[in-house]
């Protein structure tokens, strides 16, 4: 009888263990398996903020994780105080980035590069204008090459908030490939893109280099002139606007956003994410915050993100060299 008390316990016990360890398979399949986190690497209400919430709302109306979803900002560093912080963290927190992941590493500004993420999509983009004051007498985008290129100190160029960002070296780019020789060229930077703006219309400085959204209805009432736009077909809204390309400059200059993960994420980790970036984007509510904040459409998946970043890795590090800045 002792016998078989003790086969019945260890049988017990056996079964026991293979019901946990079923259960921690299963577990072990569920992903995201804790709550979702969203870094916003900057302060509330910017377009970092802004694509993060959109992400959040989406994932929470179209049931696409039964996990709690949650937006975290840090701000600070160009990003680099949320993407240190997203190095850190399990799969279930991604962030979202842009090209100033690309630019802060070339700048020598961070140690950190896409060799330290797992790419997961690309997402929208925002296109960048060349924008004159109405006390300029400028016209278009090759005239403003044409002068510089006679005289690179003839017009001063605004950007904001800084040297090496986005409009600075889609303008570098630009001038580059016209064959102005552009550490000559005279460049104003200003705190704000309002600042500017400002400055812009006043007339104390001649163009400026920035986010069409951030100039498109002054364009539109006739307060500026846009003279170029970097993408690759006109713009819905301001179509009366050339591109570079039309205007027989080589330039295509995306200003996109994007979101990864934390390094070494399992092949189901990323195909989670994948798909979920997937359904976010052809959702109806991202379609409507995407026009609401004149992003056009330029969707990656992962697979795509990763060859996109490696050309884009070779892309800024040119630019960069070309800007004089490093």
């Known amino acids: 009888m002792k016998r078989w008390g003790i086969l019945i316990i260890i049988f017990s016990i056996v079964l026991a263990s293979c019901g946990k360890e079923k259960d921690s398979s299963a577990s072990n399949k569920q992903f995201p398996n804790e709550t979702v986190e969203i870094v916003a690497p900057a302060s509330p209400g910017g377009g970092w903020d802004t694509t993060a919430r959109a992400v959040q709302k989406i994932m929470i109306d179209e049931h ?31 962030a979202i980035n842009s090209s100033l992941l690309l630019s802060n590493h070339e700048l020598g500004l961070s140690d950190l590069s896409t060799d330290d993420f797992t790419p997961i999509a690309i997402l929208a983009t925002e296109w960048i204008s060349l924008t004159a004051s109405n ?20 017009l001063t160029i605004g950007v904001a ?11 570098v780019q630009a001038a580059k490939e016209y064959g102005v020789d552009v550490d000559k060229i005279d460049f104003l930077v200003y705190k704000s893109g309002g600042d500017l ?11 400026a280099s920035t986010a069409v ?5 002054q364009h539109q009432t006739g307060k500026l002139k846009m003279l170029a736009v ?6 819905e809204g301001i179509k009366d606007v050339p591109t570079w390309k039309e205007q027989g400059v080589d330039v295509v200059f995306p200003h996109w956003r994007g979101v990864m993960g934390p390094k070494d994420m399992s092949p189901e980790q990323i195909a989670y994410w994948d798909k979920t970036m997937q359904d976010v984007v052809k959702s109806d509510r991202w379609q409507e915050i995407r026009k609401n904040n004149d992003w056009e459409n330029f969707y990656k998946d992962s697979e795509e993100s990763e060859k996109f970043l490696k050309e884009q890795r070779k892309k800024y590090k040119k630019l960069v060299k070309d800007s004089g800045l490093k």
């Open 135 to 154: 006390h300029s007498n400028l016209n278009s985008g090759k005239e403003v090459m044409e002068k510089l290129k006679d005289d690179p100190e003839s």
């Open 161 to 171: 908030p800084g040297l090496g960002n986005n409009d600075h070296l889609a303008f």
């Open 213 to 217: 959204s951030e100039v498109k209805e």
């Open 230 to 235: 970097t993408s690759d077909k006109p713009v």
């Open 197 to 207: 703006q400002t400055s812009l219309l006043g007339g104390h400085v001649d163009v």
């Open 64 to 94: 696409l994780t039964k996990q709690n979803v949650n937006v975290i900002n840090k701000p600070g560093g160009g990003g680099e105080v949320g993407w240190q912080y997203l190095k850190s963290r399990s799969p279930n927190t991604i």
